[in-house]
């Protein structure tokens, strides 16, 4: 039997790199130190650790069902796949300059276009909708405060 490396593998091998790294570099943060649930830390790192989880079962099942000979990837997939990560990058960058919900904004926004999502007003309410309930949830019910924008202490 030979495990064909398909898409599916590859993300999910990412989507196990990807919390394990930021776990790594939130730890040598110098207010990581503070231990507890006093920590700043403490919320972030619980779901870092509850992503991975998810990631490493996923990984497992996606590893266990490409047991056959992968599918030929197209050009368009990766494509898809390539943009993904870079929004996901940017977004990382822009929300340390534009707070979370602007960055969050044009994060799926962009995601949606490059999955080739069409419909306008779909694309636009869930764009707008998910990061700003998210911000609400966070910065003003449960007080845990998210990066705000250089415009307005609000958003």
């Not at 990382?92 to 707070?99: C, K, S």
């Amino acid at each position: 039997m030979t495990i064909g490396l398909n898409e599916r593998v590859v993300v999910a091998g990412l989507l196990l790199l990807v919390p394990v790294a930021l776990l790594l570099v939130s730890s040598s943060a110098e207010f990581a130190s503070l231990g507890g649930a006093f920590s700043p830390m403490f919320f972030p790192v619980s779901v870092l650790w509850g992503w991975i989880g998810v990631a490493a079962l996923t990984l497992i099942i996606e590893l266990r069902t490409a047991v056959a000979v992968a599918n030929k990837t197209s050009a368009k997939r990766w494509f898809q796949i390539v943009g993904v990560m870079l929004a996901m990058g940017l977004f990382v960058y822009a929300t340390t300059r534009l707070g979370f919900l602007l960055s969050s904004i044009g994060f799926i926004l962009a995601t949606l276009l490059i999955l080739r999502v069409r419909n306008p007003v779909l694309v636009i309410c869930y764009s707008v909708t998910v990061p700003g309930v998210l911000f609400i949830l966070f910065h003003h019910v449960l007080g845990l405060p998210l990066p705000t924008s250089p415009f307005s202490y609000l958003f």
